[in-house]
């Protein structure tokens, strides 16, 4: 790792020009990571261009990051860059219609924390350790003397916020604090930041929110909290696929549950399922097994079934984990 960490760096030292890019429907760590690394490599003097895959909607509560409002989608992207780096992205079909672009891209840098990640760059800078993508790109700068900016700092700041629920899962060790730490002495605003990113919800939102969690059911027999939302639901409320991304948070804080299911219906006919483990069953290798992937707590994956019959084979697949497991203390 910590070789691969020197030669992505030095490749990037040595660049003239870089694309950027992160996974489709991007979260807080995949966008708060390329354009955190955007502004290191612009400050240094180097072009960047930063994307992800079309359609190119920046969820409403990552519109604030710096650099989100000049964000490059098919077909302005580069075609075969000279360096390419994707960040958060732990396997290159993630990229959709990028995904040319990485393949003809001369040095193509891979910087991710996904443990499922497939090393599909030239360089793969891997750390299934780091709490976010952030975090990693926080430590090259470090290690090589890179400054960072405010404005880098209040993307890598979202990056580690974000993938650490807040500073609440099990991934924040002292070395997040210590990045933190040094981000808000850079000048993040933490409370402005954190409201944005958390705390702010149209009403709208709210009132689907509310439909959502209503319609949650518990399995008792495996410990599993379910949800779900189709199109009929987006419409009737007037919300947006981005502004969703929250939704899991609510339903995984079910104290009766240790397995979180949210199934979403997000664009007609397309099914995508958001999968949350206090720890004791690994989503990722449920979601891996089904084309997808992400973290043991945390993973998801695109359905080829509609939403009923996705949750009852769901049910099925957790509950093998759980008997797999045997009983717990
Ligand atoms: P989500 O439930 O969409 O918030 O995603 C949770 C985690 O799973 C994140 O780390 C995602 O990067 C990962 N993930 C979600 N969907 C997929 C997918 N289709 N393929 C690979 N990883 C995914
Ligand atoms: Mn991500
Ligand atoms: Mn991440």
């Not at 950027?20 to 240094?44: E, F, N, Q, V, Y």
Request: glycine share 8%.
């Amino acid at each position: 790792m910590e070789s691969q960490l020197v030669r992505a760096a030095e490749i990037l030292e040595s660049a003239s020009s870089v694309a950027l890019a992160c996974h489709t429907s991007p979260d807080g760590d995949a966008l708060g990571t390329m354009l955190g690394l955007h502004h290191i490599l612009t400050s240094r003097g180097i072009s960047a261009v930063s994307g992800f895959p079309s359609p190119l909607e920046v969820p409403p509560h990552y519109a604030f990051l710096p650099g989100a409002e000049s964000l490059t989608a098919q077909p302005a992207y580069p075609a075969a860059p000279e360096v390419m780096v994707t960040v958060d992205c732990g396997s290159i079909d993630r990229l959709d219609d990028l995904r040319p672009s990485a393949e003809a891209a001369r040095t193509l840098v891979v910087i991710d924390h996904h443990g499922s990640n497939t090393n599909y760059g030239h360089v793969n800078v891997i750390d299934p350790s780091a709490a976010a993508s952030a975090l990693i790109v926080f430590r090259m700068a470090r290690e090589r003397g890179w400054e960072i900016n405010s404005d880098a700092a209040m993307c890598l700041y979202t990056g580690i916020a974000t993938d650490t629920g807040r500073f609440q899962f099990d991934n924040t060790t002292p070395e997040v604090f210590r990045a933190v730490a040094d981000l808000a002495e850079i000048g993040v605003p933490i409370a402005p930041v954190s409201r944005t990113l958390f705390e702010e919800h149209r009403l709208a939102f709210m009132k689907f929110l509310g439909r959502v969690l209503s319609r949650c059911e518990l399995d008792a027999e495996r410990q599993m909290v379910i949800s779900w939302y189709d199109q009929a639901d987006l419409e009737y409320f007037g919300v947006t696929m981005p502004e969703t991304e929250s939704v899991i948070d609510f339903i995984r804080q079910a104290k009766e549950a240790e397995v979180a299911l949210l199934v979403k219906e997000s664009a007609p006919g397309e099914i995508k399922v958001s999968l949350r483990s206090l720890g004791g069953i690994d989503v990722a290798s449920i979601c891996v097994e089904r084309g997808g992937g992400g973290h043991r707590m945390a993973a998801g994956y695109t359905s080829r079934m509609g939403i009923h019959e996705t949750i009852a084979e769901l049910k099925m697949a957790v509950g093998a984990a759980m008997s797999e497991r045997g009983p717990t203390a």
